[in-house]
């Protein structure tokens, strides 16, 4: 078989669909968040405005992260030096698991190196070392959770999106005696939609359940302190697992599980994605805390951002540019075809400095591609006008269907 040959096939193929991945090669720009310069192949350069970073307050570039940042660089040098058990544990990470355990309202919390690795080697562990398990996923989950839970190859469940009248009826077909997990995510980051987290767990309870919630896209911007839609909602000691990360809202990287001394040490024990690998940078765990004490106190940025998402919206409708209606701050425009989505992603990049990176599948199903637009506090009133504008341009250009007001 000629390999190169594969490659370079599949790639094609790819292409053919719309669905080849093109990164945009930016350079941000720290205190002018979220104006980027964007590199093109030929080697020149344009200013951009980003309007789908995970960056969602801007946190990247707080003056308080980046001086911790710069601090625990001076003190402690770059990397870890080693895996958390081999050298590798700073007291940075320390004060971060203990700042996380608070956050939560939880005993305890263990870092990752990413969200990614934290859902992957949590579920993975909780569901392969634990004798008999039974995993119920949402059918929406994240592609971390669906691996870990793959990977565990327990038994496994997946109920409707957000319907815990199916969860119910999966729970109440299994042996009661069999130890159940229910995994979901509060903001599903594709739709904007929430989960009915206290419908969820009142069915877990029903059933003697472990409830696994990832807050990723809520954490730092929900809840009086920054603690993700459960704390919002006080449901936080319902659930037994809350994952989060340190790279979207907060602005850093790194991702984390929060929940009883024994469960976190059990994983801490037990998780290969946890134990074989280096330590996160201390730096990046000083900045991460330095962010989440900074939201933790300080509701400003959440209120500017749900005020920006408002405005965004208004703007939208002006225009008639259809978008998904959802209770977050995630607006998606949905286009519903990959080829004119990727076209109009490059459009707006290349001839009005936006920067809308287009959702085709394998990330969202086959016809509801759409532009994820996340605004942010620090977009401002001319970036919305320009957004909604140049939208309403490539609508008519493109014939597509306008919202009927
Ligand atoms: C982004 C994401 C993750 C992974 O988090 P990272 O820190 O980016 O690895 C996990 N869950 C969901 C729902 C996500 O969107």
Known sequence: MNLEQFFADRLSSLREDGNYRVFADLERHAGEFPKATRYREDGSTQDVTVWCSNDYLGMGQNDKVVAAMHEAIDKCGTGAGGTR???????????????????????????????????????????????????????????????????????????????????????????????KLVAFESVYSMDGDIAPIAEICDVADKYNAMTYLDEVHAVGMYGPRGGGVAEREGLMDRLTVIEGTLGKAFGVMGGYITGTRNLIDFVRSFASGFIFTTALPPALAAGATASIRHLKQSAAERAAHQANVARVRAALDRQGIPHMPNPSHIVPVMVGDAKKCKWLSDILLDQYGIYVQPINYPTVPVKTERLRITPTPLHTEADIDHLASALSDLWSQCALARAVA
């Open 85 to 179: 058990n081999i050298s590798g544990t700073n007291h940075y990470h320390v004060k971060l698991e203990r700042e996380l355990a608070d956050l939560h309202g939880k005993e305890a919390a263990l870092i990752f190196t990413s969200g990614y690795v934290s859902n992957w080697a949590a579920l993975g562990t909780l569901a392969s070392k634990v004798p008999g398990m039974i995993v119920y996923s949402d059918a929406l989950n994240h592609a971390s959770m669906i691996e870990g839970i793959r990977h565990a190859r327990c038994e496994k469940r997946i109920f409707r999106h957000n319907d815990w009248r199916d969860l119910d009826r999966l729970m109440a077909a299994d042996d009661p005696a069999a130890p």
